[in-house]
């Protein structure tokens, strides 16, 4: 019987079977609605028929994103004048607001506009700030002059206003897209089909490899355009696919299926505390039934569905809790006086999130090495083949490869591998997943660490030790540890994308996906802090340090070790945390 069941889903997800005659409903259970707010007929709407738009848009997209991100210290110092100090920082703190702005994007999708409406627009703004960009270098009196010798003119207040007015106008509109489109894309899949339920967990491998096929367009052919054709073209070529991105996303409107706004997620969880607060010595009703929700499984929540009640965090149910007051004044009408029982899990269930949110930080870490020490360790080695020098940053074309090639794989070979040994229709559990790229990260950073072990020994053998100098060995031996980060990439990345779509309330999809993109900018944080330390600690007594400006004498393998050792721990961590994770359940 098994088997059959087995065969069938097999069958509903390649689109082998019809719906009906496998006795589905019409309707989707999931409550989503068409464009008109009318439900939806599975066989009409969603699946992958309306995935190629979602998918389209986010590549179009990140090739837009990178195509300006990856050489923007280039045009600021070639172009603009500015000196490396000033345009460094521009540069981070520019990439820093494109992983803040998604909380904006996300609270007006849960709470006001939906997903579609906030994509739609922000996109509109993406692509305002990507003309007024592409003008800034196409026009004479936006640009300053060229450099006269060593002269090189700086740019004028209002040339400066144009350009940052452009680039922040697209940290805004990036702001509306990367919380929500993911989560579009799943809304796609009704999570009461087990079929569909399987093909959403594809759709986020797919999706993740959309963004790579962008990322590598971008890291290698417009980088090319842009240092030998000219800043221009260069600029304009994303443009135009940012244009083809929102376009794409429109035309596949009537295939959609969307999710109601549920109102705003932060006056929820406020409301939760504050209920809670208000009843602080009311005891809880040791029988959960007794606590309020609506019945006929109704949601005060638009667009929710109700959840299960939990034991844990039992002083947020107080909030639930119904006393002589509620019944004498039968006012149950005030939120900040008493919530359902579905309000109150969605408190919980961001309150068990949080630890393994925290978790994954420390795994962007290592991911934050591979556009720095990665690429400073790929300066001390030779970049020759042949008569052509490998320039050190262009080898994260191998991280990119490694996702392009292995998310097929892992999506035709290994999820069904897994499937008949874990019997999870997806292969592996999304926690079980993340782990799993997090042991890859600590097996990158060894692999940094052993050749660079080995680069020091052959600086010692030729005698470079005191010299700034590349040493005799290939640049092309840091691929493994590249290939390694895309590895693992598959499946923490991915599987936090899963992970924060699944287990966050109906309603706050798109926040919890914009705090999962958070994780990539404390990321960052935290590797500056580290890297702050390990200078501060390493260069006492007049040493050279660790990392010095010579590193043939230093010690980069300390730092990777050190950097696999923090991933060690909290790999430990992380697995107490996921162990004692339970997931979400509907009511």
């Keep these: 019987m098994a088997g059959a069941e087995r065969a069938e889903a097999v069958a509903l997800e390649q689109g082998l079977l019809d719906p009906e005659e496998s006795n589905q409903v019409v309707y989707t259970g999931d409550g989503s609605v068409d464009f008109s707010g009318n439900p939806v007929v599975k066989e009409r709407t969603g699946r992958w028929k309306a995935c190629p ?39 981070t703190t520019w990439s820093g607001t494109c992983y803040l702005t998604p909380l904006i994007g996300a609270i007006l999708a849960d709470a006001y506009w939906g997903r579609y409406w906030t994509i739609a627009t922000f996109s509109t703004v993406y ?59 799943a809304d796609q899949f009704d999570d009461t089909d087990p079929a569909e339920r399987i093909q959403k967990g594809s759709f986020f491998n797919w999706f993740y490899f959309s963004i790579n096929i962008g990322a590598l367009i971008s890291s290698s052919f ?33 295939l959609y299926r969307f999710q109601k706004p549920g109102g705003s997620p932060i006056t929820r969880v406020c409301q939760v505390i504050v209920a809670s607060l208000r009843k602080w010595n009311v005891p809880v009703p040791e029988d959960s039934s007794l606590l309020y929700e609506l019945p006929n499984g109704v949601s005060t929540i638009e667009g929710s569905r109700q959840i299960e009640h939990t034991d844990e965090l039992r002083c947020l149910d107080k909030a639930a809790t119904v006393t002589e007051v ?75 490869l490694s996702v392009i090639i292995c998310v097929p794989m892992y999506d035709y070979i290994v999820v069904p591998i897994a499937r008949r040994f874990t019997g999870n229709e997806r292969g592996f559990t999304e926690l079980q997943r993340m782990g799993i790229g997090l042991v890859i990260s600590i097996m990158a950073m060894s692999v940094a660490a052993v050749l660079e072990i080995k680069r020091l020994a052959v600086a010692r053998e030729a005698h470079l030790v ?20 895309g590895l693992a990439e598959i499946f923490t990345f991915i599987g936090a994308l899963e992970f924060f779509y699944d287990q966050s309330p109906d309603a706050m999809r798109s926040l919890c996906s914009a705090l999962n993109l958070l994780t990539t900018a404390f990321g960052n944080y935290l590797s500056t802090f580290i890297l702050t330390m390990v200078a501060y600690f390493t260069t006492r007594g007049g040493n050279p340090g660790w990392i010095p400006d010579n590193l043939n004498e230093g010690h980069l393998d300390y730092f990777f070790l050190l950097i696999a050792g923090i991933s060690f721990l909290n790999l430990i961590v992380y697995v107490l945390c996921a162990g004692k994770y339970k997931s979400k359940k509907a009511a």
């Design 53 to 91: 738009f979602i998918l389209g848009n986010e590549c179009c997209e990140q090739l837009a994103y990178y195509g300006i991100s990856t050489n923007l210290v280039t045009y600021l110092t070639k172009k603009l004048h500015a000196g490396n100090a000033s345009a460094a920082s521009s540069v």
């Design 127 to 185: 692509f305002i700030g990507m003309t007024l960009l592409t003008l800034s270098a196409s026009v004479p009196m936006l640009m300053p002059p060229s450099c006269e010798g060593s002269f090189c003119p700086a740019a004028s207040p209002f040339q400066y206003t144009v350009f940052f007015l452009g680039l922040y106008l697209i940290a805004l509109g990036t702001g509306g897209i990367k919380p929500c489109v993911s989560s579009f894309g």
């Design 222 to 254: 417009l980088v090319w355009v842009q240092d030998n054709v000219g800043w221009g073209l260069g600029f304009g070529i994303p443009t135009v696919f940012m244009g083809l991105a929102i376009i794409s996303f429109f035309s596949g409107t009537s």
């Design 326 to 400: 509620d019944v004498k004044t039968a006012d149950f009408n005030n939120p900040w006086r008493i919530c359902t029982v579905t309000q109150v899990e969605e408190l919980k269930i961001l309150v068990r999130m949080f630890p393994v949110w925290a978790t994954t930080i420390v795994f962007s870490a290592v991911y934050a090495q591979m556009s720095t020490m990665f690429v400073e360790q790929g300066m001390v080695l030779d970049p020759s083949l042949g008569s052509f020098k490998i320039p050190p940053a262009s080898l994260s074309t191998f991280d990119t």
């Design 466 to 485: 005191d010299q700034n100098v590349p040493v005799p060995l290939s640049i092309f031996w840091q691929i493994p540890q590249y290939f390694l980060i």
